[in-house]
């Protein structure tokens, strides 16, 4: 029995593993490639040069690798690459990249992506994320390990989100946002830290408490992020098994470029 349904329009050129299942009116173009164990909804369109990797779950309507909504793009031969076991709800939209910024919109392994999330060219999303219905990520913004983003909250271009952080419902996010935090609103305000989903993802007591002391000294003691930085960074040594998570809030904040949501 085939996998691709009678009505979907398949392009010679286009490579799809046998597993591969495409269902009715699907239209696929010819630099696409799908790996083992991928489904295809009803109606889906992908197109572009977009590589989508194995056991993917893309449920109908979605549509992936169109060309980036940027009046710069001529036509350029840049990217759309998608990793595994990802889940892409309804009317999902991904675009490829523009020239001069990388050229590749990338999206990670285990993501769940709810229907109509926008993912603009050249975002990065790395791998565990869950973004709830309708949200926006314009043009550069990346998300770490494990963020999570709240229904119809939008991301401002070049922003970008650390690992574990949690964004609320309906949130505008203009600025960075450092690992482990929890934002919301509009404007954007800092309301904690991700105890819940630390939890989950079993960080032991020792870890949440130094998660905790960074909370702390980035936003309730009055100091100027140059200071706040270095307290974070002598952390590790009074909690050796946090150093990982030091480490990571560390990089970012040396690394940030909007501003962090503060």
Request: proline share 5%.
């Amino acid at each position: 029995m085939t996998l691709i349904h009678s009505t979907a329009i398949v392009d010679p050129q286009a490579e799809l593993d046998p597993t591969v299942s495409v269902g009715p009116y699907a239209v696929i173009g010819p630099h696409v490639r799908v790996g083992a164990g991928t489904t295809i909804g009803a109606h889906c369109v992908i197109e572009g040069r977009t590589t989508i990797g194995r056991d993917n779950r893309i449920f109908q309507f979605a549509s992936l690798g169109a060309v980036p909504q940027d009046k710069k793009y001529a036509g350029e031969p840049t990217r759309l690459v998608i990793g595994d076991r990802n889940v892409i709800r309804e009317f999902c939209t991904f675009n490829i990249g523009v020239p001069g910024a990388g050229g590749v919109t990338r999206v990670g392994n285990d993501n769940w992506i709810m229907a109509y999330t926008h993912i603009a060219h050249d975002c990065r999303v790395d791998d565990h994320t869950t973004l709830a219905n309708n949200t926006t990520l314009a043009g550069h913004v990346h998300l770490a390990d494990w963020v999570t983003v709240g229904g119809l909250t939008g991301i401002h271009q070049f922003v970008s989100v650390g690992a574990h952080a949690m964004l609320g419902f309906a949130s505008a996010v203009t600025q960075d946002v450092p690992p482990f935090m929890l934002v919301d609103g509009n404007p954007l305000a800092v309301r904690g830290f991700n105890v819940v989903g630390l939890r989950r993802r079993e960080f032991s007591p020792a870890r949440i408490a130094a998660v905790k002391q960074m909370h702390r000294l980035l936003y309730r003691q009055g100091k100027t992020l140059d200071e706040a930085r270095a307290a974070i960074e002598a952390l590790a040594a009074e909690t050796p098994e946090s150093a990982p998570d030091v480490a990571l809030m560390s990089e970012f904040l040396a690394g940030a470029t909007r501003g962090i949501a503060r």
